[in-house]
């Protein structure tokens, strides 16, 4: 009865061994590292993937997190997506890391960081944007968007937009945009130049101002505000 029983047993773990194996017990790399103001903070992965966040501090680990992000992110500027900022302008250093990319827009998971000992919470509103770049000189927040849109007869609009934030009370409010459109049916003037700033009553972008360009006008602006993450 009793070699029975110790058989089921060693049984019972030979069937789990595949299933242990490819759970979370692998081993992570170092794919990169940033430090700054007295703490390390760490990409770790696995053939060439983050897989996890780790902040040291004297060289001991005081904070981690598991994050997902895409098979095709790859180094992204040779940091494997991982970006400092103090995105909330509190003096204290935040976390951003690459969880998807598409054309040249990168979107991003961010770690806030809460209190002068340091923990991070995930900031849902800053998450999900786009090519995140934090201002402290204007104390503003940047974020562009790409989008496509088929017009029938193999004609399209394109668009290309930065939205500027800023921090009211705690909370991350759109305050304008600037937009350049393509228009490919566009004749002449191809391009049109859009700029709105946020209605906080209306609770939405208020009318743009719009300018029409040729393909002149548009090669020889400065684009760079649009840009900026370039």
Request: hydrophobic fraction near 35%.
């Amino acid at each position: 009865m009793r070699s029975k029983r110790l058989f089921s047993l060693l049984l019972c773990a030979l069937l789990l061994l595949p299933l242990l194996s490819s759970c979370v017990w692998e081993r992570h790399e170092l794919l990169y590292e940033i430090e700054q103001n007295g703490l390390t903070f760490c990409a770790r992965g696995k053939n060439g993937r983050v897989k996890q966040i780790v902040v040291k501090e004297n060289g001991e680990a005081i904070w981690s997190k598991s994050v997902t992000t895409d098979r095709k992110m790859g180094k992204v500027d040779e940091a494997y997506g991982l970006s400092i900022q103090d995105v909330d302008f509190d003096g204290y250093d935040d976390i951003l890391i690459a969880t998807k990319k598409e054309g040249e827009c990168i979107s991003y998971d961010c770690y806030v960081r809460v209190g002068a000992k340091p923990q991070y919470n995930r900031f849902e509103k800053l998450s999900g944007l786009y090519n995140i770049k934090a201002d402290a000189r204007l104390g503003a927040i940047f974020s562009f968007e790409q989008s496509k849109e088929a017009r029938g007869n193999d004609a399209y609009i394109t668009c290309d937009k930065t939205v500027k934030y800023l921090w009211q009370n705690g909370e991350l409010v759109p305050d304008m945009y600037a937009a350049i459109y393509y228009y490919s049916d566009g004749g002449q003037t191809p391009y049109r130049y859009s700029v709105a700033y946020y209605d906080e009553e209306l609770g939405k972008f208020g009318d743009s101002s719009d300018k029409m360009l040729t393909q002149e006008e548009y090669e020889t602006a400065d684009w760079s505000f649009l840009y900026y993450f370039k």
